[in-house]
């Protein structure tokens, strides 16, 4: 192991593990609504790119029902679906 003390490219800051499976829903949806309201903010518009994999059906679903998630800019928000089962090498 080298005990050097460069970068290698990974971004300054901290590493957060949550193991709670609702808590790291939790933050993901806090992250989400953060991005999605600067994004309107900076550049008039939201990206948001979802993935078809079942693992992440907790998280949409939140996304569905959670009250914080109404201060979404979803009336600014352009959904992408990421459909991974039709995808054909």
């Known amino acids: 192991m080298n005990a050097s003390s460069e ?3 990974f971004p300054d ?3 957060i593990a949550i193991e709670d499976k609702d ?3 939790d933050a993901v949806m806090l992250e989400l ?3 999605g309201l600067h ?3 900076n ?4 990206h948001l790119v979802l993935s078809s994999n079942n693992a992440l059906d907790a998280v949409y679903a939140r996304m569905m029902y959670d009250p914080d998630l109404r201060a979404m ?3 600014d928000t352009h959904v992408w679906l990421l459909d991974h089962e039709r995808d054909e090498l």
Do not use: K, R, S
Request: one cysteine or more.
């Open 73 to 75: 800019p979803w009336q």
């Open 7 to 9: 970068n290698l490219g």
């Open 23 to 25: 808590e790291l829903i």
């Open 33 to 35: 609504l953060g991005q």
């Open 13 to 15: 800051g901290n590493i």
């Open 43 to 46: 550049h008039g518009t939201f």
């Open 39 to 41: 994004c309107v903010a």
